[in-house]
Nanobody
Framework: QVQLVESGGGLVQAGGSLRLSCKASGSVISIYTTAWYRQAPGKQRELVAD???????DYADSAKGRFTISRDNAKNTVYLQMNSLKAEDTAVYYC????????????WGPGTQVTVSS
């Protein structure tokens, strides 16, 4: 099993940037498909971006061109670089992982709050 812990959230002005980190322990993160999800108050949780074990990335339309997901295998960490932040990006951001043979994300971090002031 893998344990995930997010960090890097905080308060930022609109137009600013943040980099979120998802540190994995207990297993090698590179064997999983890892995703960033977010959940804003009163809204459903939504997928922001994911990266497969082979390094292929995919993004929600709201994230394309502004966010970048990446992985540092040596640090066993997945990142989400967020640029040109908007007020609507305000949410709790979660890191999640699954094995390629499954469709459900079985492993989740506790989340980190991102607040973008307009």
């Amino acid at each position: 099993q893998v344990q995930l812990v997010e960090s890097g959230g905080g308060l930022v002005q609109a137009g600013g940037s943040l980099r979120l980190s998802c540190k994995a322990s207990g297993s090698v993160i590179s064997i999983y498909t890892t995703a960033w999800y977010r959940q804003a108050p009163g809204k459903q949780r939504e997928l922001v971006a994911d990266i497969t074990s082979g390094g292929r990335t995919d993004y929600a339309d709201s994230a394309k061109g502004r966010f970048t997901i990446s992985r540092d295998n040596a640090k066993n960490t997945v990142y989400l670089q967020m640029n040109s932040l908007k007020a609507e990006d305000t949410a709790v951001y979660y890191c999640a992982a699954r094995r390629a043979i499954t469709t459900q994300y079985a492993y989740w971090g506790p989340g980190t709050q991102v607040t973008v002031s307009s």
